[in-house]
């Protein structure tokens, strides 16, 4: 039950830290699987660092010293798997908390392949594993997505052994740890990084063997989801023909060695030179041949005997063209008379009006020229009209009052300033004259009887 306090009732910091120390030990223990990273032993304590298998996580834990010096498989030590009975702790008088073991127990490799057998069913009866989700290889990639070990033999196996196939192809790589605890995160982060690769049409995983421990991150739980996710093929090139990791059962291709893995990536480029060059010669000779049978068949169609004739019909044929050629000739001529004799007799009544039009052409001058003088006259009787106008506008204008030295006065709020009851010594006012504005300050107030 929680301890009752209030800001006017506060526990002690001695009695939080109790109250803490109570709850964690009521917490219980609980096993925990983990790698040893660091070590270290003095008289009867002992200082471990556990980090997991799959994440770049670890929690340091404290040990009596004999529990991790007398095993029955002897002393742990760094590197080693074990599982662990850790209980939480919490150090009242320094507030902190801390794990304690009381147990360790090494992970053999029966009990790993065990756990692995474990996974390997519950993945396929979800599906990982079946040929329905495998998908096809590209015949030819624009670029290979590579995983390998750093400066391994791998990475040379796959890249001299598919150039060779294919000179010219393209590898997109990336180095990472292949055991131990860091293999599981990297190798993920790199396959993530060339599945989202534009250029990255295939991805191949490789490592040169090993053994049984060292193959054990291949079948994380954690990387075998991570290929069944991504949406670029993968081949996993892992190992020899009798290792066999969980990442064989969920790739898309298994290739036995990293060199076996070229001939799944890039076809044989001279294979497929030979392939084409008999295609080639194939469709050669059909072509031939189908010339020879088309050449017989005309040859004997022009044995028959309505051929012998042919030349009679072709010029029967050629007569009749001709009649109507010459029956086309003779309609467009007559055609072409009628429109000629059409037009000389539109040529002939214009020649006849050409007097007429020349009096009316000399008419509308004259009217052009009487309208553009009486045009000129009445604008210029507007434009007197209309400065006389503006003459007499400007000399009511407020502008041509303030230029003969009178102001305008207004108030702050804008209003105009017309008897002295608007306005109060110390007032200031805004002066408007012709060309500019005073701010002015009132002094006096009188008023005029008119």
Do not use: C
């Not at 008289?43 to 799959?54: F, I």
């Not at 599945?195 to 075998?224: Q, W």
Request: avoid cysteine; glycine fraction near 6%.
């Amino acid at each position: 039950m929680a301890e009752t306090s209030s800001p006017e009732q506060p526990v002690s910091v001695a009695k939080a830290s109790r109250l803490m120390h109570g709850w964690i030990q009521r917490l219980g223990a609980i096993w925990v699987e983990g790698e040893v990273t660091e070590l270290r032993v003095r008289r009867t304590t002992a200082w471990l660092r556990l980090r997991d298998v799959s994440t770049d996580m670890s929690i340091p834990l404290m040990a009596r010293a004999d529990s991790v010096q007398r095993l029955a498989a002897g002393p742990l030590d760094v590197g080693q798997r074990v599982v662990a009975q850790l209980q939480p702790d919490y150090l009242f008088k320094r507030g902190e908390l801390q794990w304690r073991a009381s147990q360790f127990r090494p992970v053999g490799v029966g009990a790993l392949l065990e756990r692995i057998e474990q996974l390997r069913k519950q993945l396929a009866a979800e599906g990982l594993f079946d040929a329905e989700r495998k998908r096809a290889l590209p015949f030819l990639p624009r670029s290979i997505g590579l995983i390998v070990g750093r400066r391994s033999a791998a990475e040379h196996d796959v890249v001299v052994n598919t150039t060779a196939r294919w000179p010219g192809i393209h590898f997109t790589s990336r180095e990472v740890s292949v055991q131990g605890t860091r293999a599981v995160p990297e190798v993920i982060e790199a396959l993530r990084a060339l599945d989202a690769h534009s250029a990255v049409d295939v991805i191949v995983i490789a490592r040169g063997g090993g053994s049984t421990e060292d193959l054990i991150p291949f079948s994380n739980e954690a990387l075998v989801r991570a290929v069944a996710e991504a949406g670029t093929p993968v081949i996993s090139a892992i190992g020899h023909e009798e290792d066999s990791p969980l990442l064989d059962l969920v790739a898309d291709v298994r290739a036995s060695t990293p060199t076996d893995a070229a001939s799944y990536l890039v076809p044989e480029l001279a294979l497929e030179q030979r392939l084409i060059e008999a295609a080639r010669e194939q469709a050669t000779r059909n072509v031939r041949r189908l010339l020879d049978e088309q050449r017989s068949v005309l040859a004997q169609a022009t044995q028959r005997p309505v051929m012998a004739s042919f030349d009679a019909v072709l010029d029967r044929q050629r007569a009749i063209i001709a009649d109507l050629a010459n029956r086309a000739h003779a309609v467009t001529s007559q055609r072409t008379h009628a429109q000629r004799s059409e037009v000389m007799r539109w040529r002939l009544r214009l020649a006849g009006a050409r007097p007429q039009v020349g009096g009316l052409r000399r008419e509308l001058d004259g009217l052009r020229h009487a309208s553009r003088a009486a045009m000129t006259t009445r604008t210029h009787a507007e434009e007197r009209f209309l400065s006389g106008q503006v003459a007499a506008l400007r000399s009511l204008s407020p502008q041509q009052t303030l230029a003969r030295g009178y102001a305008i006065l207004r108030a702050p709020t804008g209003a105009v300033i017309t008897a002295p009851d608007q306005v109060r010594p110390g007032d200031e006012l805004l002066a408007r004259l012709a060309e500019g504005e005073l701010t002015v300050s009132v002094t006096e107030v009188e008023r005029f009887e008119r």
